[in-house]
């Protein structure tokens, strides 16, 4: 049997129930898929439909490596995010934001560019794996922030989402400090808020 990673609180012994709370919270990515699925986001475009699908997507992913935690069931985890990411952000800068192409093309080949030298730079476990997610959440903080100076309805979901992200940080972050006392860990919170913050981010998006 291969080893897995016991790289949450939680996890305690190989196999699906090593990490029950982690492993079932993954339901939120499925509700929020489902919730966007019978939203007028649905019928927002080829695009939006994409990024409702990537949400169960990512749920799937999340799901299967918390279930078994083999090292390559974290790339299931980790690529649809990243999917997700780039996809949301040239949809965010084209349609919502409303830039030009050029200018849409050189914010996310810069964001794209960040992302990679972080991922270069920082080592994968350190800060629990949250440095990935950091420039994904400035980006949610300056777009939301100048899209809601501009009275953009969108900019307020923007800034919701990324403060639902930076919680979702936090108790990722706490995970192992609350172990002691909190044998579940806080990771599942997490799944929680970055559910939310999908839904919100998708939802934005496509008129009320």
């Known amino acids: 049997m291969l080893a897995y990673l016991p790289q949450y609180c939680e996890r305690a012994q190989s196999g699906g129930l090593g990490e029950p709370v982690n492993t079932l919270t993954n339901l939120a990515f499925f509700l929020a898929a489902w919730w966007l699925w019978r939203s007028p986001a649905w019928r927002g475009g080829p695009a939006i439909r994409l990024l409702v699908v990537l949400v169960a997507v990512i749920g799937a992913g999340s799901t299967l490596w918390h279930a078994i935690a083999q090292p390559w069931a974290l790339w299931f985890d980790v690529l649809p995010i990243a999917v997700f990411m780039g996809v949301y952000l040239w949809l965010c800068l084209k349609n919502v934001a409303g830039f030009a192409p050029s200018t849409a093309a050189g914010l996310f080949t810069g964001f794209v560019a960040v992302e990679g030298v972080m991922a270069w730079l920082m080592p994968p476990d350190l800060l629990n794996g949250v440095g990935f997610y950091l420039p994904a959440v400035a980006a949610l903080f300056t777009m939301g922030g100048w899209l809601a100076a501009s009275g953009q309805r969108a900019g307020r979901a923007l800034l919701g989402a990324a403060w639902l992200m930076l919680a979702a940080i936090g108790a990722r972050l706490m995970d192992w400090a609350v172990c002691n006392f909190l044998p579940v860990g806080s ?14 981010l998708v939802r934005a998006t496509v008129p009320a």
Do not use: M, R, V
């Open 187 to 200: 990771h599942f919170l997490w799944h929680l808020l970055a559910a939310a913050a999908l839904y919100l």
